[in-house]
């Protein structure tokens, strides 16, 4: 520990904190645009310069270590006068559309300006417009609204270390962007988005439908329905002005049907549906000498980023389709037989916490037996937020309503596949009923949660043991793939999530700011508002899902079996690095 000075006020602080540290704790809020703890500090956007006793020139807080006797001044007219011009050489080469940018009231740099009484520039940079990539399903890239920061290239190398971003070109003509001027569409991203949630602008941003779902609405030849995935619930209320983590299901179903859709149903009926494929497929390879590990195929992402980097790997993936295109594909046959609607009269709606979700529904393998596609259009969380404001609707003063029957009907076990580990808990709480042949009572597998990179267990179910792992952030998961791969891996089952905390802060989640992350640990929350919903259904175990029972008895036979096969099982292939 040491004894610093900070705007008069001495403190005791930990010798390895930065004068950013110190002067948080204190409650002094010292201005960033580049900062992202424990990721990304390079002082690069110069907003947190400060006076440092003995130092002529000012000193960003971000890169500057405490030690023992140091005086430092963060308010003086000279700080505030540096800070005011940086942030107005930001602004003079940014595209200013405030008004109509996507970011519009979540922009840190707009906030900041804000907070600082920036009411006109004194300078003015020449501006060219660059090109916008527009070209990916998921991702459009803005190089009008960058700022440079580098939180993005932080973030992609960093954490989920898969290094697509880097600063190109010099001086002036520096922008972020993939090696060689690539699209976004052509360069190995995986399209987890984690970029687009530390971008404090919206240099990166998803690939908007709304306009796309306003036109189906209207079209009265279609028959429009939307699932909901399980992780939506616990981010959309924060579009509205609620706490990170409050769980806002009941409000959700109700403003989805008053934005006309004729049916709301809920991706927790394909996730219950997605274990009873899975968990059979895994009891198959098991028994029958399969390829194990098995690994889980539920994130885009995670699938994107193995078909690029092992793809010799494929062969341990399950086969079984996302809950996404599940639910899709039987809503294009089961659904549309039981209502005699022809498949290409519908339309299906998707609204998912995940950017990387558009491009897995334009994939060419996700289409079905009448050459239509499994879903037809994907919303991320932030979408459906801005569509329901434009429709005027009180969010938060609707009533609390249920989705429509059958495809709305789920167990908690669905509720939680948008947590880590919950996609494995879920599979155990009904392997392990299969296994036993008993209702085993004890069902909150809790090994498997928590945020820890990789987690291992041993389930011990009748005679059988089940060594798992789980991991969330491809970073995590690269780390992993390389044990399977150096067959060092003795697990039978591994879970994998592209996202740091799975869905709950999936590339299409609530924006939420650099200083509220440090504040609150927004995947521990959403991730609670999951499992108390979870802990409030009558039935928890995927395998009690009624409706999944008569889907079965109705229409797929068994589980694994042919038709289940054909309409909810697909196959990966090996895609090249550029």
């Given at each position: 520990?040491v004894?610093?000075t900070?705007?008069?006020r001495?403190?005791?602080?930990?010798a390895n904190?930065?004068?950013?540290?110190?002067a948080?704790?204190?409650?002094?809020?010292?201005?960033?645009?580049?900062?992202?703890?424990?990721?990304?500090?390079?002082?690069?956007?110069?907003?947190c310069?400060?006076?440092?006793?003995g130092?002529?020139?000012?000193?960003?807080?971000?890169?500057?270590?405490?030690?023992?006797?140091?005086?430092?001044?963060?308010?003086?007219?000279?700080v505030?006068?540096?800070?005011?011009?940086?942030?107005?050489?930001?602004?003079?080469?940014?595209?200013?559309?405030?008004l109509?940018?996507?970011?519009?009231?979540?922009?840190?740099?707009?906030?900041?300006?804000?907070?600082?009484?920036l009411?006109?520039?004194?300078?003015?940079?020449?501006?060219?417009?660059?090109?916008?990539?527009?070209?990916?399903?998921?991702?459009?890239?803005?190089p009008n609204?960058?700022?440079?920061c580098?939180?993005?290239?932080a973030?992609?190398n960093?954490?989920?270390?898969?290094?697509i971003?880097?600063?190109?070109?010099?001086?002036?003509?520096?922008?972020?962007?993939?090696?060689?001027?690539?699209?976004?569409a052509?360069?190995?991203?995986?399209y987890?988005?984690?970029?687009?949630?530390?971008?404090?602008v919206?240099?990166?941003r998803?690939?908007?439908?709304?306009?796309?779902?306003?036109?189906?609405?209207?079209?009265?030849t279609?028959h429009v329905?939307?699932?909901?995935?399980?992780?939506?619930?616990?981010?959309?209320?924060?579009?509205?002005?609620?706490?990170i983590?409050?769980?806002v299901?009941?409000?959700?179903?109700?403003?989805?049907?008053?934005?006309?859709?004729?049916k709301?149903?809920?991706?927790?009926?394909?996730?219950?549906?997605?274990i009873?494929?899975?968990?059979t497929?895994?009891?198959?390879?098991?028994?029958?000498?399969?390829?194990?590990?098995m690994i889980?195929?539920?994130?885009?992402?995670?699938?994107?980023?193995?078909e690029y980097?092992?793809?010799?790997l494929?062969?341990?993936?399950s086969?079984c389709?996302?809950?996404?295109?599940?639910?899709?594909?039987?809503?294009?046959?089961?659904?549309?037989?039981?209502n005699?609607?022809?498949?290409?009269?519908?339309?299906?709606?998707?609204?998912?916490?995940?950017?990387?979700?558009?491009?897995?529904?334009?994939?060419k393998?996700m289409?079905?037996?009448?050459?239509?596609?499994?879903?037809?259009v994907?919303?991320?969380t932030?979408?459906?937020?801005?569509m329901?404001?434009?429709?005027?609707?009180?969010?938060?003063?609707?009533?609390?309503?249920?989705p429509d029957?059958?495809?709305g009907?789920?167990?908690?076990?669905?509720?939680?596949f948008?947590a880590?580990?919950?996609?494995?808990?879920?599979?155990i709480?009904?392997?392990?009923?299969?296994?036993?042949?008993?209702?085993?009572?004890?069902?909150?597998y809790?090994?498997?949660?928590?945020?820890?990179?990789?987690?291992?267990?041993?389930?011990?179910?009748?005679d059988?043991?089940?060594?798992v792992?789980v991991?969330?952030?491809?970073?995590?998961?690269?780390?992993?793939?390389e044990?399977v791969?150096?067959?060092?891996?003795?697990?039978?089952?591994?879970?994998?999530m592209?996202?740091s905390?799975?869905?709950?802060?999936?590339?299409?989640q609530?924006?939420?700011?650099?200083?509220?992350?440090?504040?609150?640990?927004v995947?521990?929350?959403?991730?609670?508002?999951?499992?108390?919903?979870?802990?409030?259904?009558?039935?928890?175990?995927?395998h009690h899902?009624?409706?999944?029972?008569?889907?079965?008895?109705?229409?797929?036979?068994?589980?694994?079996?042919?038709?289940a096969h054909?309409?909810?099982?697909?196959?990966y292939?090996?895609?090249?690095?550029?």
């Amino acid at each position: 520990m040491v004894n610093i000075t900070i705007d008069g006020r001495q403190v005791t602080v930990p010798a390895n904190s930065t004068v950013l540290d110190a002067a948080r704790d204190m409650g002094i809020n010292i201005p960033t645009l580049c900062f992202l703890k424990d990721i990304n500090k390079t002082g690069a956007c110069r907003m947190c310069l400060v006076e440092v006793e003995g130092i002529r020139n000012l000193q960003t807080a971000c890169t500057f270590p405490v030690r023992d006797g140091l005086v430092v001044k963060t308010n003086t007219k000279k700080v505030r006068d540096a800070r005011r011009d940086n942030l107005q050489l930001i602004l003079s080469n940014h595209n200013r559309e405030c008004l109509s940018c996507f970011r519009n009231g979540s922009c840190e740099l707009q906030t900041l300006c804000d907070d600082m009484g920036l009411a006109e520039l004194d300078f003015e940079a020449p501006k060219e417009l660059k090109p916008v990539d527009m070209l990916s399903h998921s991702i459009v890239r803005d190089p009008n609204k960058c700022i440079l920061c580098g939180r993005c290239i932080a973030v992609c190398n960093n954490v989920q270390e898969i290094g697509i971003l880097s600063f190109t070109n010099r001086g002036v003509e520096t922008e972020v962007a993939p090696a060689f001027a690539t699209s976004m569409a052509d360069a190995p991203c995986i399209y987890c988005g984690q970029c687009v949630n530390v971008c404090p602008v919206a240099a990166l941003r998803e690939k908007t439908d709304i306009e796309k779902v306003w036109e189906a609405l209207e079209d009265e030849t279609k028959h429009v329905v939307v699932q909901v995935a399980p992780a939506v619930r616990a981010g959309l209320g924060e579009m509205f002005g609620n706490p990170i983590g409050t769980r806002v299901t009941g409000k959700m179903f109700t403003a989805l049907k008053m934005l006309g859709f004729q049916k709301v149903f809920d991706t927790n009926f394909a996730a219950d549906l997605t274990i009873m494929e899975e968990g059979t497929e895994l009891l198959g390879r098991i028994k029958n000498g399969g390829t194990l590990p098995m690994i889980t195929s539920c994130s885009p992402g995670w699938i994107r980023y193995v078909e690029y980097n092992y793809p010799e790997l494929l062969d341990h993936v399950s086969s079984c389709k996302s809950p996404q295109q599940m639910m899709g594909a039987v809503l294009k046959s089961y659904y549309a037989e039981m209502n005699n609607i022809a498949p290409e009269d519908m339309i299906v709606v998707s609204v998912m916490p995940c950017i990387s979700k558009k491009t897995e529904a334009a994939k060419k393998e996700m289409k079905n037996v009448h050459g239509t596609r499994d879903v037809d259009v994907v919303l991320t969380t932030r979408e459906l937020g801005k569509m329901i404001k434009e429709a005027r609707i009180e969010f938060n003063d609707l009533p609390d309503s249920n989705p429509d029957e059958f495809f709305g009907d789920y167990t908690g076990a669905a509720v939680i596949f948008g947590a880590t580990g919950g996609v494995m808990e879920a599979a155990i709480r009904t392997v392990a009923d299969i296994v036993s042949g008993q209702e085993l009572e004890d069902i909150e597998y809790t090994a498997v949660r928590g945020l820890e990179g990789i987690k291992e267990a041993a389930v011990k179910i009748g005679d059988l043991e089940v060594k798992v792992a789980v991991a969330h952030g491809t970073g995590n998961a690269g780390k992993l793939m390389e044990l399977v791969k150096e067959g060092k891996a003795d697990y039978h089952f591994i879970e994998i999530m592209g996202c740091s905390g799975g869905c709950v802060t999936g590339g299409g989640q609530p924006h939420v700011d650099s200083r509220t992350k440090e504040k609150i640990d927004v995947k521990s929350e959403r991730a609670k508002a999951l499992y108390t919903e979870d802990k409030l259904k009558d039935k928890r175990k995927s395998h009690h899902n009624e409706s999944v029972k008569r889907l079965y008895a109705e229409y797929l036979g068994t589980p694994n079996s042919h038709k289940a096969h054909e309409l909810l099982h697909t196959h990966y292939k090996k895609r090249d690095l550029f």
